[in-house]
């Protein structure tokens, strides 16, 4: 409905323009010509109806020109006011001649009813005003030597103006359609980008966090399927730890579920530093994989938005969970801190490293979405983010910069992941 109004106010607006700027050509012949016109008037009754002729039609004019968006509705639903009008021109154009420039104000008409009524209005006064000129040429202009061809000359350019005002009301009223299409379409397509962003963002939630866990919950299953005529301390263990997983699957499916009904980020900002230490030394104790956080920069912490916090949270953990699981590790290295305005977060994990060739392309087509996600939840908070071989020796570095500048979302800077 507002794209709708849109539209058609930017139509009206320029059928405005246009009727303005013919009004204003108007104002200019009809001040050049008056005094003409009244020098040729009869005296007496003559020179009085030339007068008001020459009041009326200035003034009308004056008015249309400068006050269109309040009396321009009058002339769009009374024709006849223009028909008054022609009248009106007619008499100062016999008085004055039609080799004045009141030829050019009949010219004029035709334009006027074209982009004001359209093609039925500028036939109807196209006609109108070439008989008119026919009648006073024919009535004024004397003498043989006047040929055919000058005397269809006004007519033909009445005819003309006439197909012009038409043609150009018709190119507005279609320029407005093809606007509202097009924004019809923009938003369809924001819709689809909107849809698509977040089918996205569900599948690393999914990922992330409810997938992983479901599959340590199938393994500890297992492990408890193949130990039950065990040892019974073995059992108590594997069925504690299924419980603890099963727990943990579903307080993740409820924050995600909450995360989803939440309309916006509460305005508290989280300190993102100690959380990443608690979060490497939950990873530790849960899985025993040696797992160091190492505080970098002058800072010992960094409130940022809610949102940032999960990303980057989210990310690191992903880092962890993907060295444990396909990389071999010995030990794993998590290292945070603010150099020169700039978060720099590092998860280096000294495996076996990633595999020769490796490309987010063929990671997405391959079913593995845990490198692809953390590149997409960097680009979602404006960070870079570097997956390669570590400067420290063997394995696996991600290295994720953020600018605290990006922490502002209009100042968000263009994201370019390199993996």
Request: glycine fraction near 8%.
């Amino acid at each position: 409905m507002t794209a709708t109004a849109d539209t058609m106010r930017l139509q009206v607006n320029a059928l405005q323009a246009m009727c303005r700027q013919v009004f204003g050509f108007r104002l200019a012949m009809i001040a050049v010509a008056a005094p003409v016109a009244l020098l040729n008037a009869s005296p007496g009754l003559g020179t009085r109806l030339v007068g008001a002729a020459v009041v009326v039609t200035f003034m009308g004019s004056y008015v249309l020109f400068r006050d269109w968006e309040r009396f321009g509705p009058l002339l769009l639903r009374h024709p006849a006011l223009l028909a008054a009008d022609t009248v009106l021109g007619t008499l100062l154009l016999i008085s004055a001649g039609p080799d004045t420039t009141l030829a050019y104000v009949s010219v004029c008409t035709p334009l006027l009813a074209g982009i004001v009524y359209g093609w039925r209005g500028a036939a109807c006064f196209a006609s109108l005003q070439s008989l008119i000129l026919l009648l006073v040429q024919a009535t004024l202009v004397a003498g043989p030597g006047t040929s055919v061809a000058e005397r269809l000359l006004l007519p033909g350019f009445c005819v003309i103006t006439g197909a012009v005002g038409s043609t150009l009301r018709g190119l507005m009223l279609r320029f407005g359609e093809a606007t509202q299409t097009l924004t019809a379409v923009r938003a369809r397509l924001a819709v689809a980008e909107a849809v698509a962003a977040e089918r996205a963002r569900l599948a690393r939630e999914m990922h992330d966090s409810v997938a992983k866990t479901l599959h340590g919950v199938a393994l500890t299953a297992d492990a408890l399927a193949s130990s039950a005529d065990l040892d019974p301390a073995a059992v108590r263990r594997q069925a504690e730890l299924l419980a603890r997983s099963a727990r943990r699957a579903a307080a993740e499916s409820r924050e995600l579920l909450t995360d989803l009904r939440r309309e916006s980020d509460p305005p508290a900002g989280v300190d993102v530093l100690p959380e990443l230490k608690a979060r490497t030394s939950d990873f530790a104790s849960r899985t025993g994989l040696p797992v160091t956080y190492r505080p970098t920069g002058d800072r010992t912490t960094l409130p940022v938005p809610p949102a940032v916090a999960r990303q980057l949270l989210t990310i690191t953990a992903e880092a962890m969970e993907n060295a444990r699981r396909h990389a071999a590790p010995t030990s794993v290295e998590v290292c945070a801190g603010v150099h020169d305005e700039q978060l720099t977060l590092s998860i280096h994990d000294d495996g076996r490293g990633l595999p020769p060739g490796t490309t987010l392309d063929h990671l997405r087509r391959t079913g593995h979405f845990g490198l692809v996600g953390m590149v997409e939840r960097a680009a979602c908070v404006g960070a870079r983010i570097h997956i390669a071989s570590g400067d420290h020796g063997p394995g696996t570095e991600v290295r994720l910069e953020l600018p605290l500048a990006a922490l502002v979302p209009e100042r968000r800077p263009h994201v370019a992941p390199t993996p």
